[in-house]
């Protein structure tokens, strides 16, 4: 049986990426109707609603006299004054359980004081495709939830008004609280909860929505809703589930991709202390799903992991990957010099421009492989009933890991209940949900619940890899240092001759749509070692070779840097599509300015230090980063400061996209310095984080200025587009501080350290 490779199935997600960037396309997707809202009430129960996307399927009230309805609801407000708010998505650090609920308690106008936010379980009839990943999640979600509030404020104001026997339009809402404005009058959100329950569900052209002037909520700071408990060490995640009488599994795969369990030391394995049984797991060949292996099922995850240090497993590996780096790289390197494959994107005639031009750049960039590595651990929780499984999940696509479920065990969807857990951490190592197949897989063995854990070791053999890649870069300046020609050839990989790899260059990369004669050219390698989105897919590593090489370019024509980057962009413009997909080039222009603004640019630095910038645009962000580094003579590195600086529009909340930018440039600043994997005859060569030196505490960042300019443009997502300009940024300063170009990933790779 040959494996099934990741590369569909990381196309298919990349599409909705894509998708999800558009933002007209979302809104249409995503926008509900009247009947896609759902008011439900009873005696007693309160106000709540439920947004829904078209299906025919209809939600059905609990039994007279129930509290609640359903577990679908966005909102409830209760007699008591309580709000409650349901998050729908992923909770994967990145806070989305927070901005969630503060978009519809803004459009609520709703006392944050009063809310209590709960965690969606999986249902795509009630929600829709349940997911995170790619900066989607806010602007996929924006008017959804921002008219779930406006429709509860004016449901309760109809109440008010119906109580009062005055017109609507003479209340108004603050606080959880409705005031008539004449006399003052005022009513809690709870003591018209019940009678806004009978109150008709108003026409959403009716509805009215905030301007930005007017929030009070969106953009303020709010600590994350689960930040006690996170801190104090409550059961959130995945990790964490125990429930009665479970048993703990690990699982044994082969360390090459493809190879097949043939036996394994069956006697021994069973005969060790708390082992209940062990077996083999046939798999069905989709990489993204199960791969064959060895399940031990123990009466605790230690036991199960001192059992699968002692496996002694044959495996199969004559369809398993034989991949090599070192060979790869060899390659690639001798393919930089051909003509690429293909050219996914070629404006006018770049032979003929650069014969033209007075002066030709030319250099290549290269990036290794790296891995993931959240906190967490993979891991799962399944309880598999005959005719049902019940899952306990910290993924970021919960949708699609029901889905494969439901099709691997033959169930309808409906017979796959999900629970989300919060993740602790993803970066996008959870779109993928081979553990909740693997997991589903075992738990058909087992009576009564089972917990799969992967260990660190597991994370590193079989992570779903950025991959490396290679660039040779070739421009033309013309007499007055302008750009007037650009190619970019991108070696990369594929697993099965279509789609490359999540890693190589996204349609319409910078500056291809700006120039005349421009061209981006494409040649793949073959790969068996599965890779996927890495945080900013494709961007973290083409915006190095992109924003390094335009760095080159401005110091060959002579110029400042920030001055050759705006006259590029040019004049204030949105590409086309018109939409917060597309590069606004004024947008561009006005973070490039603030961030250098920020940093000092322009000012005059001692021997040894110097200042970088680079923008990138992805995801729909636009963002500059700008870096102020000092080097010694030994290549070590002193970060003096960071600012990074973005136009996501407005900001939900100002305390958590503070905190992923953050993130994103330690995150950046780790893997940009240190950080790769090497694989030889198909197996990782890296082991556990001895080998994979993350950045420590001593050594991250700890001057990062971060600063939005909070335009009047839909929001967009800030997980993903704020990493990849920090590691041209960097690499530009250090090549100010020493006048030494940095053209490999991770820099350590050129002897640079900090």
Known sequence: MNFIPADRYIADLMAEFDYAMDSQKASARTEPSRRSILKFGVAGAGLMLAFQLPTDAKAAPAAKGSKEFAPNVYVRVAPDGAIVIVSKGPEIGQGLKTAFPMIIAEELDANWDDIKVEQAMINQKLYGTQGAGGSTSIPLNWDLLRKAGATARAMLVSAAAQQWKVPASECVTDASVVTHTPTKRTLKYGELANLAATQPIPDEKTLKLKPRAEYKLIGTRKGGVDNVKVVTGEPLFGIDVVLPDMVYAAYEKCPATGGKAVSFNEAQIKAMPGIKDAFIVDGNGIVTEVMSGVAIIADSTWNAFKAKNALRVVWDESTASKDSWTGSRAKAHELLKKTPEKFPEKNGDVDATLKTAAKVVESSYEYAFVSHQPLEPQNCTAWFRGDEIEMWAPT???????????????????????????????????????????????????????????????????????????????????????????????????????????GSMRAGEFPVLLMANAENG????????????????????????????????????????????LEVLGERRHLAPQTSGALNTGRAADVIKAAAERIGWGKAQPKGRGLGLAFFFCHAGHFAAAADVSVDANKRITIHKVAVVGDIGPIVNMSGSEAQCQGAVTDAVSTMMDLKIGFENGRVRESNLHEYPIVRMDKAPMNIEVHFIQSENSPTGVGEPALPPIAPAFANAIFAATGERVRQMPFSAQGFSI
Not at 528 to 540: I, K, Y
């Open 522 to 565: 494409q040649t793949m390698m073959p790969l068996v070692v599965p890779c996927g989105p890495w945080r900013a897919p494709g961007s973290n590593v083409t915006a190095f070779a992109n924003q390094s090489f335009f760095h080159e370019l401005s110091v060959a024509a002579g110029r400042d840097h920030v001055e050759f980057l």
């Open 396 to 502: 970021q696509q919960p949708t699609r890991g029901q889905l494969a479920v439901a099709k691997m065990l033959g169930l309808p969807e409906e017979k796959v209940l999900v629970h989300q857990t919060r993740c602790g951490g993803g970066f996008g190592r959870r779109l993928m949900d081979d553990y909740m197949s693997e997991v589903a897989a075992i738990a058909t063995r087992v009576k009564g619940p089972v917990k799969l854990t992967w260990t660190r070791e597991d994370d590193f053999k079989h992570d779903f890899l950025r991959a490396g890649g290679f660039h040779q870069m070739t421009a033309g300046l013309d007499a007055n240092g302008k750009l007037i020609a650009w190619r970019n050839h991108n070696v990369t990989y594929t697993a099965d001759n279509k789609a490359p790899v999540a």
